[in-house]
């Protein structure tokens, strides 16, 4: 499946800016599923300084914000062709030893809440390092927690999520990783994009959860629709949790408040 994605961020600050830096992880790469056809970036506002790959393989754009800005702008601009793998993304890589996606977070730390899901799945299974117990674990958070907006935000924890019974993708993503920790897996975030039925116009990109499993690699989760992702999910970064597959993440220095703004289109 071919998708088109326009997806534009805005920020307006109160008072200008006396200097802003922002690191930009909004662009998806080819490989493991997906092909990119076509992508831009571009910035109203600021300019970028640099590119690179970081530790997870993601590839990060840094932007510096002009002195006096008022008004910041970031177009994405691309189309991706994605195949259907049934959720399977395969073998690991990057720098990220697979070690490492063992290890707690603060936003994926373990409270009795998780350790007592991660008992649950653990006495109804004899065995673990398969998938099977990972779809349960998925289809158990989706009935624990309702998927609501406006009672969490990017610093909610997976425990505070999962003890509140209500929150978003993120921290369906959040719980479903702090889990499959507690259970052994490797498990990661990935911020990308998801074609919904009937519905163009987005009020923010998606979030998911994959996990490593044996004989299979990396598998994704999406607890918030229930589902493997498909041909018409685009992973565009990963990570540890939120924090390392942020789509947008600075620092800025000066008085007053900000607005944001999100436009996002994703369509076949």
């Not at 092909?35 to 590119?51: A, D």
């Not at 395969?90 to 730390?109: S, V």
């Not at 998938?131 to 990017?154: K, N, Q, R």
């Not at 690699?217 to 992973?235: E, K, T």
Request: some cysteine.
């Amino acid at each position: 499946m071919r998708l088109k994605i326009t997806h534009a961020t805005t920020y307006e600050f109160e008072l200008p800016v006396y200097y802003a830096l922002q690191q930009l992880r909004m662009t998806p790469q080819s490989g493991d599923g997906q092909e990119v056809i076509e992508w831009s970036t571009s910035i109203t506002g600021g300019k970028k300084e640099l590119s690179f790959e970081d530790q997870f393989g993601n590839l990060t754009e840094l932007v510096t914000i002009e002195p006096g800005t008022t008004r910041v702008e970031i177009v994405i601009d691309g189309v991706v062709e994605v195949e259907d793998r049934n959720g399977i993304i395969g073998p690991h890589r990057g720098f990220a030893p697979l070690w490492l996606f063992r290890q707690a977070t603060p936003l994926t730390a373990s409270g009795a809440q998780l350790r007592h899901l991660a008992s649950r799945i653990r006495s109804e299974f004899k065995e673990l390092g398969g998938v099977e117990p990972l779809h349960t674990l998925m289809a158990e958070i989706s009935e624990l927690v309702e998927y609501e907006t406006g009672h969490t935000d990017s610093t909610t924890t997976a425990e505070a999520a999962l003890a509140a019974g209500r929150g978003v993708c993120q921290d369906h993503a959040h719980i479903m990783i702090a889990v499959a920790r507690l259970l052994g897996y490797p498990a990661r975030y990935v911020s990308g994009y998801l074609l919904v039925e009937d519905l163009v116009d987005q009020d923010a990109a998606h979030a998911w959860a994959e996990v490593w499993a044996e004989g299979l690699g990396w598998v994704g989760f999406d607890v918030s629709n229930s589902i493997c992702p498909d041909a018409r999910y685009v992973r565009v970064a990963t990570g540890r949790d939120y924090r390392d597959a942020a789509p947008v993440h600075g620092l800025r220095q000066g008085a007053g408040g900000e607005r944001l703004h999100v436009s996002l289109q994703v369509q076949q």
